[in-house]
């Protein structure tokens, strides 16, 4: 959106904004529904890097401290996890300790493909939210395209399991629905079966795989775009052109990275478990980058993928 396009591309803030900033999430997007959602939720808080993955994942460990550092240190307020990291039971103890308000969270998790399934997805969704400790999930994801059910398309069970998240959805359980990893051709077939367009698609981004047909065309449906790896799991932070850029802003390599992908209007949603890299990731609002640099960023993507590679599902 132009307003969001703005506001990424405005004069570096006041240490006074940062503050408030880091504080509350000010920019919301509607959702198609009374629930509202905060585009850069984990951009302040890069929903992670303390809380992407609020230090959560299934590669690279989950850290108790660095979620509850990021919650109370650093005002983020969104979580990033999923059935798959195998921590939400941990996340619950966390955020309990923190002492901040569930009212003033903003939770995600992933439905994993052995849930996959009309019946399953209900099952599994009310399961996550008993070892989470919560009443309702902010935002519930189909992790993976790929269904691994033999006798039955990847396509027909996606619809089916999707036509659960839309009763998820419409029952309040979850605020909102979205997917992780699809790439058009499956949100094609999705938009053919099924009566609810994703809200979110989260895929991969970083500046060796920037898909910018995925991203356009996710924004023309109003599907909102989140952007995992924003570091290319640490190959962006030696490459020579990001290191340049660092040095000539006075900033981290990943600082860099992260800065790009919010000027890029992507919801990004770094990982870490180290509580002075959160603190790092976080500290992006208080400059920019030129745009003839934005563009330096952009042509060095590649294709290639750190995570995985969705293409060869159908």
Not at 119 to 137: F, I, P, Q
Not at 138 to 155: E, F, M, Q, T, V
Not at 175 to 182: E, H, K, Q, Y
């Amino acid at each position: 959106s132009r307003r969001l396009s703005l506001l990424l591309r405005r004069p570096a803030l006041s240490s006074a904004a940062l503050a408030l900033l880091q504080r509350f999430i000010y920019y919301w997007v509607n959702l198609r529904g009374p629930v509202k959602w905060a585009l850069l939720g984990l951009l302040l808080l890069p929903r992670s890097e303390a809380s992407c993955r609020t230090g959560t994942s299934h590669q690279g460990g989950y850290s108790h401290d660095a979620v509850v550092h990021a919650l109370q240190k650093c005002g983020i307020r969104h979580i990033d996890t999923a059935k798959r990291y195998g921590c939400e039971s941990l996340l619950q103890k966390a955020i309990k300790e923190s002492g901040v308000k569930r009212e003033d969270l903003w939770i995600t998790t992933k439905l994993w493909h052995s849930d996959y399934g009309y019946e399953n997805t209900t099952k599994a969704c009310l399961e996550s939210c008993e070892r989470l400790g919560v009443d309702y999930l902010d935002l519930y994801l189909i992790h993976w395209p790929d269904a691994h059910i033999p006798g039955k398309s990847n396509r027909e069970v996606r619809a089916e399991t999707w036509r659960a998240m839309e009763e998820l959805y419409e029952k309040g359980l979850c605020r909102s629905i979205g997917v992780s990893n699809f790439l058009i051709s499956h949100l094609e077939q999705l938009k053919e079966d099924c009566v609810i367009t994703p809200h979110v698609n989260q895929v991969e981004y970083h500046p060796f795989q920037r898909p910018q047909e995925l991203v356009d065309y996710c924004r023309s449906r109003d599907i909102v775009f989140e952007g995992y790896c924003p570091l290319a799991k640490g190959e962006a932070l030696t490459h020579p052109s990001i290191i340049q850029l660092a040095k000539k802003y006075g900033r981290t390599p990943a600082q860099i990275c992260i800065r790009w992908s919010i000027q890029n209007g992507i919801v990004t949603i770094p990982k870490s478990t180290k509580a002075e890299r959160i603190q790092e990731n976080c500290k992006v609002f208080d400059f920019t980058i030129a745009e003839d640099d934005v563009e330096i960023l952009n042509g060095m993507h590649d294709g290639r993928h750190v995570s995985w590679d969705p293409s060869l599902i159908v």
